[in-house]
């Protein structure tokens, strides 16, 4: 579904991303993990066109994104949950779910995906007329994936959605990540959270500095030694 | 008694026509967090605008408020010139300093083009009737049509602005975009043309304001909107920059003020007072009126 071939990124005279290609099957869910900096969210922002790739192939089911403008990647079934969450503060929960939708015109339709969404979280149907800016951490998370799922994408990326949560969220949040992805999404997840990440995933990436150090299934990953000395803290 | 409301009258009167500035300022701030300074030439625009084109609506039967028509277009095209001649390109590469010189040079090069045309010149000019002469009495009190029309028009367009800005897809895009313009990207929003349409509509208003204005002081001239712009900005301020009803709301206050410290203390205090409330307003209340941080959690 997602091809990344040879993708070189700079920030201004900083390499940040170094020849890298990384694969997405359809139906996959794959993670991205590694250090602050290795680069995670750099490549999350390049898919999404929010970055310029100095060099490299990006493609998604054959198509080239890096040839689109970033505001036309979501009508290919790509949507992105950024880190940080980054929901509309000052729009309400049913206006942020209602912009996820914006590239929808048929009403019908955006009202059942609402439906969706809010069956996925309830507590988001609660808390509809609030404004999103006064919600906890773990309520924007559900809120931005949501928002991410209004237009029934094909793939979501996600980027650190357990950053700053309680252990407890941590573990909701990963629990509808599973549940996204058995329904059939295709998922590549950024976390620095290794160990959650790899115990639901199905093939892993680990990242240094900008370029793969290893790659492989996250079973696999898991029981490597450098892998647990390095990210799971075994 | 009859004092009392005739002064509130010419206070929300003056109040509606800083408003329509005021939401200007306030749109264009909240979407790219520039204080346009070239906004209070954009009345003038609309002010030359009438001016030429009066005769053309009288000659065609209408009465000489639709040539605001004209204004509106005249001010959007403006506007959105401005936005992609000057202020997107030094977006990408310069800072908000550069940018704000840069919308300085903007209203420079306005009022100074202005006078360099010679249909125009240094010289003011003087519009025709744009109301009906004339209104009525209740009470002792006395209604221009001027005044009826000011208020009623302002009224009108906030709300409808308001409208757009809440229930209608692009209001809601445009909103999105003044928040957050990376999440507005990845919910398929054109961030650029976003930011065109608003100072489309920024624009407009100051040419419906252009009209509310010459209806009451018919002068019009190449720096016409010094002043008028800067109260509007300080309107906005006062109001909170960047929340649109905050620009209403400081609009009415500042219109109000001058209108009742010149009836009731003397008309050379009136500026006096008005930056007076802006400085003890903002020391109270550093983000305006109804400016406030909705705190994000993370």
Known sequence: MLEVKDLNVFYGAIHAIKGISIKVNDGELVSLVGANGAGKTTILHTISGLLPAATGEILLDGQNLQKMQANKIINLGLAHVPE?????????????????????????????????????FPRLRERYKQLAGTLSGGEQQMLATGRALMTNPKMLLM?????????????????IIQELHESGITILLVEQNAKMALAISDRAYVLETGTIAMEGSAKALSEDDRVRKAYLGA | MSTFIQTLIVGLRLGSIYALVALGYTMVYGIIRLINFAHGD???????????????ALAMGLPAWTSVVFAILCCALVGMTTELVAYRPIRKKGTSMTALITAIAVSMLLENLAQAIPAIGPNPVVASQIFSTGGFSIAGVTMEWTTVSTIVISAVVMVVLYQFTQKTKLGRAMRCVSE????????????????????????????????????????????????????????AVLGGIGIIPGAMLGGLIIGLVESFTTSYVSSSMAD?????????????????????????KV
């Not at chain 1, 980027?159 to 949040?173: A, F, T």
């Not at chain 2, 954009?42 to 053309?56: A, D």
């Not at chain 2, 930056?275 to 705190?295: D, E, H, R, Y």
């Open chain 1, 84 to 120: 940080g969450r980054h929901v509309f503060a000052r729009l309400t929960v049913e206006e942020n779910l209602r912009m996820g939708a914006y590239i929808l015109k048929d009403q019908k339709k955006i009202s059942e995906n609402l439906e969706m969404v809010y069956a996925h």
């Open chain 1, 159 to 175: 980027d650190e959605p357990s950053m700053g949560l309680s252990p407890i969220l941590v573990k909701e949040i990963f629990a």
């Open chain 2, 42 to 56: 954009f009345i003038m625009v609309g002010g030359y605008t009438m001016i030429f084109t009066i005769p053309l």
């Open chain 2, 180 to 235: 957050d313009k990376e999440a507005s990207i990845l919910m398929g929003i054109n961030v650029n043309r976003t930011i065109v349409l608003t100072f489309a509509i920024g624009s407009g208003l100051s040419a419906v304001a252009a009209l509310m204005y010459m209806a009451q002081y018919p002068k019009v001239y190449t720096t016409m909107g010094m002043m008028l712009g800067l109260k509007a900005f300080v309107a």
């Open chain 2, 272 to 296: 006096t007072f008005v930056f007076l409330i802006l400085i003890i307003v903002l020391i109270i209340k550093p983000a305006g009126i109804l400016g406030k941080n909705v705190g994000e």
